[in-house]
């Protein structure tokens, strides 16, 4: 199904925007839907799968909490969330941003923050790209959910080197002092960061800590898709 969505691309609408088969109201078709790659047990901090029900925290969070509370991701970054999400940030296909955020609304539906913040990019990336998807996720979910939202408060200062090959310690080394709180202080208490994909957790480790820097008390992370442990 995904050989056929990157050949004819995704335009909404009633057809599903992986396998062109008539779509229900969450832009996939039935067999679609079911095909993706739910999490299910997962770290309540950093959403690592768990090997056993038991446990609610992964190793690395109890050794090593991250400055953000708690995390809500929808699926594992693996066929074809993959390349829904390469559709959004490399190609643009805005549908696709609304299929995703439709999906993880249902993740976190009920659930009250004061604000919601799409991660920021760095002005040339913007310039770039000439767009930020996890501002168009974050647009769709406010529309989900009636949170407010914005795209001005936090703001990326530094720009790093591309996040996508870089190891753990190169992320971490990226995005060090990399985010701004650019409104009066003090930031709203309980913040949501929304984004695509969260990798090893580095960019969002930065953001929550300049959050709570600038008076935030809660900050939780919204993502379409976690990435494996390697």
């Known amino acids: 199904m995904c050989k056929k969505f990157r050949q004819s691309g995704a335009r909404g609408g009633d057809i599903c925007l992986l396998c062109r088969a008539p779509a229900n109201e969450s832009g996939l078709c039935a067999d679609c839907v079911a095909d993706l790659p739910r999490l299910t ?25 991250p400055r953000f509370d708690a995390t ?44 919601l913040i799409p991660m920021p990019l760095h002005r040339d990336r913007l310039r770039e790209r000439g767009f930020n998807q996890a501002a168009e996720l974050c647009r769709a979910l406010a529309r989900h959910s009636g949170l407010p939202w914005s795209t001005s408060k ?37 913040v949501a960061l929304v984004d695509d994909v969260l990798t090893t957790g580095a960019t969002a ?26």
Do not use: M
């Open 205 to 230: 480790r930065a953001a929550a800590a300049t959050l709570k820097q600038a008076g935030a008390e809660w900050v939780e992370v919204w993502a379409v898709a976690r990435t494996p442990k390697r």
């Open 41 to 65: 047990h997962t770290c309540r901090r950093c959403a690592l799968p768990l090997e056993t029900s038991e446990a609610d925290l992964c190793g690395e969070c109890l050794a090593s909490p």
């Open 154 to 190: 936090l703001v990326r200062t530094r720009a790093g080197q591309s996040q996508r090959e870089s190891n753990r310690r190169e992320r971490q080394r990226n995005v060090r002092r990399a985010f701004e709180w650019t409104a009066p202080l003090p930031c709203p208490a309980r």
């Open 72 to 115: 809500f991701a929808s699926f594992s970054y693996a066929d074809p969330v993959d390349h829904l999400v390469t559709e959004l940030k490399y190609r643009g296909h805005l549908p696709v941003a609304r299929l995703l955020a439709g999906q993880l609304a249902a993740r976190v539906a009920g659930r009250r923050v004061d604000l």
